[in-house]
């Protein structure tokens, strides 16, 4: 059978899927029930809560469920709090993981309830494998979506060597599949939705694309408030390409009914998540992390980014390819109108996201908070795949070597992770170099994580 090079991304899209589900299925956290736990549990609570127990305001269930799984990992209420205002129970976090994760969740239910094999109480073995595999769906998705998007301006090669580098070269790999039922595969998914239905609805017009956009906007907004800047994507698109202020505000004329569709749609997801917080808190809004802040006067981009504690360069460093792409971008003058929305989407992002109390944002193999910002870095990834193709073959040659060295160290550290080789959330420079390589490591090694500056 002759293989269809025009079809080739497709074919990889298929081949990640199965490796993923592969790898989800053979690791078996699902089966130790270990994925619905922590903060993972906390996006998760609305479906056990509704669809279970019936229990939404008091989550009586909670400290049986928490003896018999652990979900809280040590805390018995983890991520699930009492207002003394009502003496009502609320989730600490948005309702938009679990509204993504409820098709596979009500397959599960299901097949508890009918087979009586396994407890139908949440959060079982076939509850767990539910979330898992909504990590798998959701991140091959994603992927078809990005490949839809990056075809409208590259080859079938190059939107296939760049969807390689993101799937198998970054930390994307890591939330997959040792931590699903995280909110960022999801975001990455979502975002992966604007950029396909941005393009679209700005060269076609059509009404369909343009409620796709919306309904992942507000998905968005109600998943993790800091995603909001996405919204930046469709909101700057093309907006160099217009010669002035007065063309910018005669568009908005123009598309007034288009934007007060989406302003609705966006609104019916915020509306819901502050009915939720009316009845639970008696607040229309609510701010759910206590005395967990933004010290706005304190912000840590370069740890972020180049710390051996977490930084996204050092876990993730084919993620440079992505900034470095930008001057290839510019380069091509029909590419330039990404310039504008990316650089405004990054300079807020890194600042806000990076001034929370706690940088690291515990648990994860690197910055896990960049993970769906992979998706707008595809396009200048993209380009720089392209740039490369097109050069000399030294270069060709060079940049297959990078390449193929950062995904399989990626590879490898991801399964150093999961193995508790690579801390969790106590690296530093003199660890890092002692185990890097290394598949096994002495408890003298691990000494040197009591070497990582004090946690906050």
Not at 170 to 175: E, G, K
Not at 444 to 452: F, I, M, V, Y
Request: glycine fraction near 4%; aromatic fraction near 22%; hydrophobic fraction near 50%.
């Amino acid at each position: 059978m002759r293989l269809n090079i025009n079809r080739l991304s497709l074919y990889f899209c298929y081949l990640v899927l199965l490796g993923y589900f592969t790898l989800t299925i053979v690791a078996g956290k699902w089966n130790r029930h270990t994925v619905i736990k922590s903060d993972t549990a906390g996006y998760y609570a609305y479906l056990s809560s509704v669809f279970v127990y019936h229990d939404l305001l008091h989550c009586q269930f909670y400290p049986q469920v928490d003896s018999v799984y652990d979900v809280g990992n040590g805390v018995v209420y983890y991520a699930v709090q009492q207002n003394h205002e009502t003496g009502n129970f609320y989730f600490k976090y948005n309702y938009g993981v679990a509204l993504i994760e409820a098709p596979l969740f009500f397959i599960a239910h299901a097949f508890a309830r009918s087979t009586n094999y396994f407890p139908a109480d949440g959060y079982s073995a076939p509850y767990q494998l539910s979330v898992a595999l909504s990590a798998v769906l959701f991140s091959f998705l994603a992927l078809l979506l990005l490949r839809k998007f990056l075809l409208n301006y590259f080859s079938d090669v190059v939107v296939t060597l760049t969807l390689f580098i993101i799937a198998c070269g970054t930390n994307f790999l890591a939330q997959v599949i040792t931590q699903p039922g995280l909110s960022h595969i999801y975001l990455f998914f979502l975002y992966s939705a604007i950029l396909f239905s941005t393009e679209k609805f700005y060269s076609t017009g059509w009404w369909k694309y343009l409620i796709v956009l919306s309904i992942a906007l507000g998905w968005c907004l109600i998943t993790r408030g800091t995603d909001a800047f996405v919204f930046f994507i469709p909101l700057c698109w093309k907006l160099t390409e217009l010669k002035s202020w007065r063309s910018v505000f005669s568009a908005i004329q123009k598309n007034r009914k288009q934007i007060l569709v989406a302003a609705f749609i966006i609104s019916v997801f915020v509306f819901v998540q502050m009915l939720y917080w009316k009845i639970t808190t008696n607040h229309w809004y609510f701010y759910t992390y206590r005395r967990e802040l933004f010290e706005f006067g304190n912000w840590q981009i370069m740890n972020a980014l180049f710390s051996f504690r977490k930084g996204w360069f050092v876990y993730t460093p084919l993620a440079l390819l992505g900034f470095i792409g930008c001057f290839f971008v510019w380069r091509k003058k029909e590419l330039r109108f990404y310039l504008l929305p990316l650089v405004l989407y990054f300079l807020t992002t890194l600042y806000v996201v990076f001034c929370w109390w706690q940088w690291y944002y515990g648990g994860s193999f690197g910055c896990r908070v960049l993970v769906q910002s992979l998706a707008l870095l595809a396009l200048p990834i993209a380009a720089v795949v392209e740039a490369i193709l097109s050069s000399k073959k030294v270069f060709r040659n060079l940049f297959t070597v990078v390449i193929i060295f950062f995904v399989l160290l990626n590879i490898f550290q991801t399964a150093q992770y999961a193995k508790g080789i690579i801390h969790w959330q106590k690296m530093n420079r003199e660890y890092y170099w002692k185990v890097f390589g290394k598949w096994n490591v002495s408890e003298e090694d691990k000494k040197l994580l009591l070497q990582t500056e004090e946690l906050r």
